[in-house]
């Protein structure tokens, strides 16, 4: 490790681990006492915050060079792991606040044991360095242990890993502290004024993150307790509506039961809907004013439990015993019998007064379980709640597993508890008690906290190192300037060095006089691509030799860029400077023996001079750049002067590069459309997508202007993905009137070289709700000097969506007979070059005739274009082709017109 290796670093970084875990223990202190700590376990934090104070205070203690410091340390750690062992194995004699909290209580008391031990070796010894790196060993696979498996496994309130937010934590501190304890060899060497500057902003990094942390675990710890009390407000008002609801419907019984009394047809009428309307009841009883039973109304449910639950003495005693003494009053109870039976049942009494004096009494038995179900909302299933019923009595609800605790099973079984009191019916005021059930929300909101410890951990490592490393590079601050002014491949001057050297000798030598050449190496870059940088590294390293070969001694010469050099001729003629080119040319031409390879090179070069009294160097080079462009276009292998002509052709596609850009970003650029007719009856099938430039004016600037340039700029890509759009989107609309119309639309050859072209056409289709196979992709045929294979993986894939590919201008580029056949093309596209001149007898008309039957015997649908006359359109139905285009029929279009002209 790098760390092992650097000496201020290991100590910088110890120094920093043990003032962290200082930190770590005054903000849980002060927290414990200060804080919120409900969900945060405030024994713990007290218990673990003095433990980062002792392990802090014995690893500064344990580098020091007076033994006596040392062994007080240990002392102290070693004292302190006994405290909390005696509070593990005997907690009520020493009740330190450990029992119950999982393996952290553990682990931390073995820890400090551990280091305490290793502090009391001697230093530099090699049973000491062996010590430390077993427990700085054991420390952090112990601290990987524990954070793999709190992301990995599934926790619930029964296995160790019960207490997440504090774990999460200490198997961060205690993995620093074991990398602490590795490095610990070297620290003793190092004097603390020698690390100051790293180590305090690496602390305070580290502090950062400790508040970062806290500050993130309290946000969750209020929000689990809002979460709580949503349930409590849910229940609370399921509750309150069934209590009202069977409240209102037994007063209502009460009322009637007067009303009918003589009629007892009815009353059981009566008790016999009630029990149909309410599902929680299980029966309803009429008791007179002597209490004997005159009426009863069961469930279905309440007759299966007859035998066991309503048969038992016990439950019909203590039931009997009260309804006697709330007899004329209004009352319910829960049998704990009952519970203890593991079938909870709510009684219900109300009485049935006339003329003011007790008439009847009513009995009504619900089934608690039932009754106190509800729907629980998908972000509170991680919790489970609990009524007390009676003291030290809780049951749960609104679970299946019908569960009674007391309030010490509660604690024991659930330690992240939320309790709250709310009113249920007139003066009955019972807890609600809010368990976790579920740790996965805990671990997840710990694990995501984790994150922040670890990488202010990591941060603050970061620092000691940045720091460490600004200080090596003020010592070799004068090698690297020297360094700095050579490119470290060829050895020629950098390109910045250069500018300044050509700004201060434009004040020195004739205006005139000044030349530069820029060199850019013709095809490098497929060579280095395939051979590799080493070759391609030898290559320019080889290159620049050649250049410096053919310079006069006053000249200079760096490398620009990747394969691009630059010579400044501070004192040479025009006629001088090209003859320099010619011979650069002639030695970079000559064949470049690498690794037994025999590489062959050419150079484009340009040529640039003084023009003006205010040329800067930049504008010289760029100027030079231009020129080279020039010589690229004319073929390579050669040079080009610059001129001003040269300047402003450049300038204008520099402006229209911007000009096309703005209106791309305005949305400036509109769609036509030309209809593509029927060889057969002329009538419309389809349409091809044409993009256009309109101007203020009302004048559009011709594709041909711009189509190239966007090319060459790639801003083809954002063009086509406009016009793609805008085709799909007018599509839908005309395939409303006319629903088999198809739509054509260019592709350019950069948009195969992009991963996400299919996905991309996919997308606009669906968007749209337009059926892939009245789609049509044309290629030009400059698509076909691409890589054919990659080239027919994705034309197979737009083919297999439905969607029909079209060649077009066919005959006027790279097609053969061997490339079409190859290649999945559904339709071919006549370039209207081929049937300009098509009289009775012109050569003309042989060429097209034969370009069609060579169409047609590849079995492939063909389309004319550019049919500006009735002959023409004559000709190609002879020839029994497949659809026209051209001005002869339609010329394109805007949308608006395209519609009319469907519709009339």
């Given amino acids: 490790m790098l760390i092992l290796k650097n000496r201020e670093v290991s100590a910088a970084y110890y120094a920093t681990a043990a003032l962290t875990a200082v930190l770590t ?71 330190v606040a450990t029992n119950g909290y999982g393996i952290a209580p553990c682990a931390l008391a073995t820890f400090i044991l551990l280091l305490g031990g290793c502090s009391l070796l001697k230093l530099q010894s090699k049973v000491s360095d062996i010590a430390w790196l077993i427990f700085g060993s054991a420390s952090l696979l112990f ?172 439950i019909t005693s203590l039931v009997s015993h009260w309804f006697e003494e709330n007899r004329g009053v209004q009352a319910f109870s829960v049998s704990r019998v009952s519970l203890d039976k593991r079938y909870p049942i709510l009684f219900f009494s109300e009485p049935v007064f006339e003329n003011e004096s007790l008439h009847a009494q009513i009995l009504v038995a619900i089934d608690l379980n039932s009754f106190a179900t509800f729907r629980q909302v998908e972000h509170l299933k991680y919790f489970q709640l609990y009524l007390e019923l009676a003291d030290n009595m809780l049951i749960a609800i609104n679970t299946p597993n019908f569960d009674v605790l007391t309030q010490n099973q509660l604690d024991s079984n659930y330690p992240f508890q939320f309790a709250n009191s709310r009113n249920l019916m007139d003066a009955y005021t019972p807890n609600f008690t809010v368990v976790i059930s579920d740790y996965s929300l805990l671990w997840t909101q710990a694990r995501t906290n984790q994150l922040v410890l670890i990488f202010s951990f990591v941060l603050s490592l970061l620092f000691i190192f940045i720091i460490d490393t600004n200080n090596k590079l003020k010592v070799e601050r004068l090698k690297l300037d020297r360094l700095a002014k050579f490119d470290g491949v060829t050895g020629l001057l950098r390109r910045d060095v250069l500018e300044e050297n050509i700004r201060l000798m434009l004040s020195e030598y004739n205006a005139h006089s000044i030349r530069v050449l820029f060199i850019d190496l013709d095809g490098f870059k497929p060579i280095n691509d395939s051979l590799g940088l080493t070759v391609g590294n030898r290559i320019l390293a080889e290159t620049a030799k050649r250049i410096e070969s053919c310079l006069p001694n006053e000249a200079l010469a760096a490398r620009f860029s990747g394969d691009e050099f630059i010579v400044f001729l501070p004192n040479a003629s025009e006629a001088k400077a090209v003859q320099i080119a010619i011979q650069l040319n002639q030695e970079i031409e000559r064949n470049f023996d690498i690794n037994a390879l025999d590489i062959h090179l050419t150079a484009s070069i340009g040529i640039a001079s003084v023009g003006d009294a205010e040329e800067t160097a930049t504008k010289l080079i760029q100027n030079a750049d231009v020129a080279m462009s020039e010589a690229k276009v004319n073929g390579g292998n050669t040079y080009s002067i610059f001129s001003h002509d040269m300047a402003m052709r450049y300038e204008k596609q520099y402006r229209l590069r911007a000009k096309i850009q703005r209106a791309i970003e305005d949305k400036e650029f509109r769609v036509h459309f030309q209809p593509v007719v029927s060889t057969y009856n002329h009538e419309i099938i389809g349409f091809e997508a044409l993009a256009r430039w309109p101007q203020p004016d009302g004048s559009f600037i011709p594709p041909g202007d711009f189509i190239p340039v966007a090319e060459q700029t790639g801003q083809i890509i954002a063009l086509s993905a406009l016009v793609l759009e805008e085709a799909v989107a007018s599509l839908a609309k005309l395939q409303k009137i006319t629903p088999e119309l198809t739509m054509a639309i260019n592709l350019s050859a950069q948009l195969f070289d992009r991963g996400n072209l299919v996905d991309s056409i996919i997308g606009t289709l669906n968007s749209y709700k337009v059926s892939p196979d009245t789609l049509n992709v044309e290629l030009t045929e400059s698509v076909l000097s691409k890589d054919h294979a990659h080239l027919s993986v994705k034309l197979n894939e737009l083919r297999a969506l439905g969607i029909q590919v079209s060649l077009d201008d066919f005959g006027t580029g790279f097609s053969s007979l061997s490339l079409l056949h190859r290649l999945p093309v559904d339709i071919i596209k006549i370039d209207r070059s081929f049937i300009k001149d098509i009289s009775e007898s012109s050569e003309s008309r042989k060429i097209a005739e034969s370009v069609i039957y060579l169409a047609k015997s590849l079995d492939k649908k063909i389309v004319v274009e550019g049919v500006e006359t009735k002959e023409q359109a004559e000709f190609s139905s002879a020839l029994h082709c497949d659809a026209i285009q051209g001005f002869y029929f339609y010329k394109p279009m805007p949308l608006i017109d395209v519609i009319a002209l469907l519709r009339s």
């Fill in 25 to 95: 223990g005054i903000i849980a202190i002060t927290y414990r006492f200060f804080g919120q700590v409900d969900l945060l376990r405030p024994e713990f934090m007290m218990v673990s915050g003095i433990a980062m104070i002792v392990i802090g205070a014995t690893m500064l203690l344990g580098i020091s060079s007076s033994a006596h410091t040392r062994v007080l340390g240990a002392l102290i750690s070693i004292g302190y792991a006994s405290f909390l062992y005696l509070g593990l194995f005997f907690p009520t004699l020493f009740p």
């Fill in 143 to 314: 601290s990987l242990i524990v954070i793999v498996t709190g992301w990995v496994f599934h926790f619930t309130p029964e296995t160790t890993l019960d207490n997440p937010i504090g774990i999460s934590l200490l198997a961060v501190i205690i993995g620093m502290l074991g990398l602490a304890s590795l490095v610990r060899g070297s620290c003793h060497t190092v004097l603390f004024r020698e690390i100051k500057n790293s180590v305090m902003p690496a602390v305070l990094v580290s502090l950062a993150g400790l508040l970062l942390w806290l500050s993130l675990s309290i946000i969750n710890t209020e929000e689990l307790e809002k979460r709580s009390l949503s349930l409590i407000n849910q229940a609370t008002h399921e509750l309150q509506q069934k209590l009202y609801t069977y409240n209102n419907s037994i007063e209502k019984v009460a009322t009637r039961w007067v009303l009918t009394d003589t009629n007892p047809s009815l009353k059981q009428l009566d008790l016999d809907l009630f029990i149909r309307d309410h599902s929680h009841a299980l029966s309803i009883t009429i008791f007179d004013a002597d209490g004997e039973t005159t009426h009863v109304s069961k469930s279905d449910l309440s007759d299966e439990l007859d035998a066991s639950i309503f048969a038992d003495q016990e």
